[in-house]
């Protein structure tokens, strides 16, 4: 029923070092002191053309987002509409050396958002934690190109997505069932993110497409190393996929497009799927999952299932080209919640009973939401809602802008001055039988 991948590379031995050079390089021709660091970088956003504001969408998300989110919806607009202003948070590679790399990024001024709580040694990288550094500022440091048989050293992810799959808490060795794998939007890989631990990575798409993209929206790169893995020939797809798997002690199983359902009748986040026929073929394999689930479940009782459910992402539909794509996309908008309802629907079947599901979107839509999870738990007989752990709010406060809701079944990341992390939503569900 499913065919385990475990890649292998050659060749590698030379590739790191001179990708750390090359990165050592970018990185130490800016490291002349912090506000020389700060002035290229925010000289290097200015160089940039602007992106441009679609209209309909902003009137669109005014109406919506002044009534459900208040006051909150102004400073949330206001970084939206800068994109000067966003943060991009580092996402460091496991699997490269990173002694310079991390002694680089303290130089310029960043932290880890995420404080070491296990000893570091060679010893023992398996254990070494998900390592995201943050700047305080709205700097961005170079993004990494790709290089045959090489793996870049970061991402970098807006640092809010790495809510999720913080939430999931996986322990060492557990499987995890990645329901909605293809890559997205703007947010990151949680496939990356989740390589990081231990464990087996299930994925109802092509897992390693998410983890090699060079930087959203380019869909070129992953067709490209989507071809590779096709065709078998020694590509940028196969070296990741390997490092991924052997380092990781990972399998990646991929759940055969056979079983695909057929057409959901939505849009992939990925943009232009006709460039990139596998992953448009294989993205919309998670909501027809109910119909094997069941066997999913007792071959492999999956602990864990994260739904990183396709969504309206509000920080690229507000730059959306042209008004009339806008349109589309806002009339998209309200088949959403059916297709996200079913997917956490699939993904309540597949998890053991005891085990938790963490469904996530980029969006601040309450429809995309809070309904979408209510409407779960009042259909879904043996379903509880959990608290997302109260230990993460309280370490990621001081970074993150949560929502102030009354009644919550999530946590909501809302972007604002200085914390312009997000949107982010995240919920959690445990089966109870
Ligand atoms: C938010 S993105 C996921 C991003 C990915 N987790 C990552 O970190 O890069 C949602 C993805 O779900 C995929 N998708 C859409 N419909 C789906 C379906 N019915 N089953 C599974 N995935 C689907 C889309 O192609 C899109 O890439």
Not at 307 to 312: E, F, L
Request: glycine share 6%.
């Amino acid at each position: 029923m499913f065919s385990t991948k475990l890649y292998c590379i050659k060749g590698f031995s030379s590739s790191p070092l001179l990708f750390l050079t090359s990165s050592k390089r970018v990185l130490s021709s800016l490291s002349h002191g912090q506000r020389t660091v700060t002035n290229t970088l925010a000289a290097q956003c200015k160089s940039k053309p602007q992106k441009q504001v679609c209209k309909t969408v902003l009137r669109h998300f005014d109406t919506q987002y002044s009534e459900e989110l208040g006051e909150q919806w102004q400073g949330a607009r206001d970084v939206l509409l800068n994109p000067l202003s966003w943060q991009y948070g580092v996402l460091l590679n496991r699997f490269s050396d990173l002694t310079n790399l991390k002694q680089c990024l303290t130089e310029l001024g960043y932290t880890n958002l995420l404080p070491q709580t296990q000893p570091e040694s060679q010893s023992q990288a398996a254990h070494i934690p998900l390592q995201c550094f943050i700047h305080r500022d709205p700097v961005r440091i170079p993004t990494q190109t790709h290089h045959p048989g090489w793996l870049k050293q970061y991402y970098l992810l807006n640092a809010a997505s790495l809510l999720p799959v913080l939430s999931l808490n996986v322990k060492e060795g557990e499987n995890v069932l990645d329901l909605c794998a293809a890559p997205g939007g703007e947010n990151g890989s949680a496939q990356t993110q989740l390589a990081t631990k231990d464990s087996r990575i299930i994925c109802s798409s092509n897992t390693t497409t998410s983890a090699f993209r060079d930087s959203p929206g380019r869909p070129e790169h992953w067709e490209r190393a989507t071809r590779g893995l096709r065709q078998g020939d020694e590509t940028l797809g196969r070296s990741v996929a390997a490092l991924q798997a052997k380092h990781a002690n990972q399998a990646m199983l991929k759940i055969p497009r056979t079983l695909d359902g057929g057409d959901t009748g939505t849009r992939s986040s990925s943009g232009d799927e006709n460039s990139c026929p596998e992953i448009a073929n294989e993205a919309h394999t998670g909501r027809s999952l109910l119909s094997f689930c069941f066997a999913l479940c007792v071959m492999l009782t999956v602990p864990q299932v994260l739904v990183d459910a396709p969504c309206s992402n509000d920080r690229s539909w507000l730059y959306t080209p042209d008004t009339h794509q806008g349109e589309m996309w806002l009339k998209e908008r309200t088949q959403l919640p059916l297709l996200q309802k079913e997917l956490l629907c699939s993904a309540l079947a597949a998890v053991r009973p005891g085990g938790v599901v963490v469904y996530s979107t980029c969006t601040m839509s309450r429809a995309e939401n809070q309904s979408v999870v209510e409407a779960v738990l009042a259909s879904y007989q043996g379903v509880e809602l959990l608290e997302v752990q109260q230990h993460l709010i309280d370490s990621l406060s001081d970074h993150f802008c949560f929502a102030h809701f009354h009644s919550s079944v999530g946590q909501l990341v809302i972007p604002q001055k200085g914390k312009t992390w997000g949107p982010m939503y995240v919920s959690r569900l445990r089966r109870i039988y």
